[in-house]
């Protein structure tokens, strides 16, 4: 079983990433696009894109680090859940953000057609799935941790640590 876990941990950690970097690219292109552009620019909404760009730039490098296959991978799984509720944060300002640009419902996720709109909702989109995902990798991470290990051959419990029971 530990190698389904381990397996199931590296798909994750690949689509976290993968994930992570469609909201950086996204975001940061609409950042470097503002920084440059010469108009007067609401602040506000920045702030929002700086924590999800953050965001995403923390999963990359997390997901980067965690991707090497160590069981003490496993024991990250508060940071994983922590994560995961960092990105339904940066999922729920982008919500909020884009019921103000008039581009619709925040659950019809179109992407085609190269508008602003389709931009953001991929940004969206990604940014729903990668929470999704970080919250899956925490719950394996707990199942790793904490399942039921396996009695030795004599009929006793293996503890943690190597130490045996005399």
Not at 100 to 106: A, F, K, L, N, T
């Amino acid at each position: 079983m530990p190698v389904i876990s381990r397996l199931a941990s590296i798909i994750l950690r690949i689509a976290e990433i993968g994930f992570a970097a469609v909201v950086a690219g996204v975001i940061g292109h609409h950042l470097a696009r503002v920084h440059h552009s010469s108009a007067n620019v609401d602040w506000w909404p920045e702030s929002r894109w700086i924590y999800t760009e953050v965001i995403a730039g923390i999963s990359i490098l997390l997901g980067l680090i965690w991707l090497i296959p160590f069981s003490s991978g496993f024991f990250s799984w508060p940071l994983d859940v922590l994560i995961s509720f960092a990105w339904f944060a940066a999922f729920g300002v982008l919500v909020d953000w884009l019921k103000r640009q008039g581009c619709g419902s925040p659950w019809i996720w179109r992407f085609g057609g190269g508008s602003a709109c389709g931009q953001w909702r991929a940004a969206e989109a990604f940014s729903f799935l990668s929470a999704i995902l970080w919250l899956v990798s925490g719950i394996v991470g707990i199942w790793f941790t904490f399942r039921v290990r396996p009695s030795t051959t004599d009929g006793s419990r293996r503890r943690r640590w190597g130490r045996s029971n005399v």
